[in-house]
């Protein structure tokens, strides 16, 4: 009973991702393993089809940075740095299903807040500003949560430092 | 209202008048004897449990291994505890406030760091927002070592922090705390990049999971060319050549 309710929200997902978010694939061909990779315009409005259609609870998101890597040749151009965001949703009631997709950005490019679609994204997204350093326009209180308010950089970038002095404490 | 006092001498004139007076002398020291014994046996806790040495420092306070037994309750308020027992990991962020507990607690105080994170950061010490040990930021009277350390470590500290107040009290000399060396390394089970007897499979594995992370690519240094087989005409004709096995290992050590 919960299967084939979960089985109708899997396709109800796939078919909106297709038809309204540019995804690519047959309406309902299955999605790759590590989530769909969403346009970066459509991120909020995907958050308001979701909501609307029932995925209710907004589970989490998490930011992933990428630096640039040079090419294997010297030949090879340099791939650029850019971030990764990942939003998880759930619907909720019998037969839950989880809705997650990938967002991919440059590294000067913000990302639109959730925070007016779904309230408990407000801390889940400053955590990610505070660890990775992606910005999230729009949201309405973008401070530090995990470091100290004085802290410089963003500590889950790759390039980061793992012993960076912090004075006078260490 | 605080008054500063760093500049003034304590050599009361009252004090050379009391001396005078015969037997009043042995008074006062009959009333700290008192006092002492009070300070050691109500030593007001505030717990800085900031992690799992917490959860022992609970159990020290239950009813197996009973803190009250000397006295010690646990305080919500740092301006009615005379002992901070920090138990458990400090973060940067942490340590201002901290800090800033222990200005708020009165004089006489103490302080216990309890288990290994609060005496050094042990596994944490390298991480970027750890503190290396709360001595950094707040004097330590006892190290309690241990991971966590068990109920009747604590309380062996707590005793050897009477023994520490009657010393203080007294007037005499007690030695400084310095934090505890075990002595003893851990070997790491799998050897480290660039150190002799590792596999070199390993070193390869290590490299491609480098490369599929998307991290950039490792430029080991060239490996040395493997020096030519001396000749006979090389022994022969020059100097130099019974130098050579005086450096076995490829002169590395300088």
């Known amino acids: 009973m919960s299967e084939s309710e979960n089985n109708t929200r899997e396709l109800a997902f796939r078919r909106l991702l297709r038809a309204q978010f540019g995804v690519e694939g047959e309406p309902e061909a299955p999605l790759p393993d590590d989530g769909p990779l969403v346009a970066r315009e459509h991120h909020k409005a995907l958050a308001k089809a979701l909501q609307a259609a029932g995925w209710r609870l907004y589970v989490t998101c998490a930011a992933t940075h990428f630096p640039a890597v040079p090419g294997k040749k010297p030949t090879d151009a340099t791939t650029p740095e850019c971030f990764e965001v990942a939003t998880v949703l759930r619907s909720v009631g019998p037969g839950t299903h989880v809705a997650r997709w990938r967002v991919k950005l440059a590294a000067d490019e913000t990302i639109d807040s959730l925070v007016r679609v779904f309230v408990g994204a407000d801390w889940q997204e400053r955590e990610q500003f505070d660890l990775v350093g992606v910005i999230f326009a729009g949201h309405p209180d973008l401070r530090r949560l995990m470091m100290p308010e004085d802290w410089v950089g963003h500590p889950l970038r790759r390039d980061y430092a793992i012993d960076t002095p912090h004075a006078p404490w260490r | ?254």
């Open chain 2, 1 to 254: 209202m605080a008054v500063n006092e760093s500049d003034r001498s304590f050599d009361h004139p009252l004090y050379e008048t009391l001396e005078r007076f015969p037997g009043l002398d042995l008074a006062t020291t009959a009333v700290d004897k008192v006092l002492t014994w009070g300070a050691n046996n109500s030593q007001w806790i505030f717990p800085m449990a900031t992690s799992c040495c917490g959860i022992e420092f609970m159990a020290a306070a239950a009813s197996l291994v009973d803190l009250d037994r000397m006295g010690s309750i646990t305080r919500g308020s740092p301006r009615q505890s005379d002992l901070m027992v920090v138990a458990g990991t400090i973060t940067v962020k942490m340590a201002p406030r901290v800090k800033r507990l222990w200005d708020q607690m009165p004089e006489p105080k103490w302080c216990i760091a309890m288990g290994s994170c609060a005496i050094s950061g042990d596994f944490y010490r390298d991480i970027y927002s750890v503190i290396p040990g709360i001595d950094v930021a707040i004097p330590v009277d006892v190290y309690i070592p241990g991971c966590p350390p068990n109920p009747e470590q604590l309380m062996a500290g707590m005793l050897r922090l009477q023994e520490k107040v009657n010393l203080k009290r007294a007037g005499l000399w007690s030695p400084p705390e310095t934090r505890p060396e075990t002595g003893k390394t851990i070997e790491p089970a799998i050897k480290r990049l660039l150190q002799a007897g590792r596999d070199e499979r390993i070193t390869a594995a290590q490299l491609d999971q480098a490369m599929s992370l998307m991290l950039p690519a490792v430029d080991l240094p060239p490996r040395p060319e493997p020096e030519p087989e001396p000749t006979a005409e090389a022994d022969a004709g020059t100097t130099e050549a019974p130098a050579a096995p005086a450096t076995p290992d490829g002169g590395h050590h300088e």
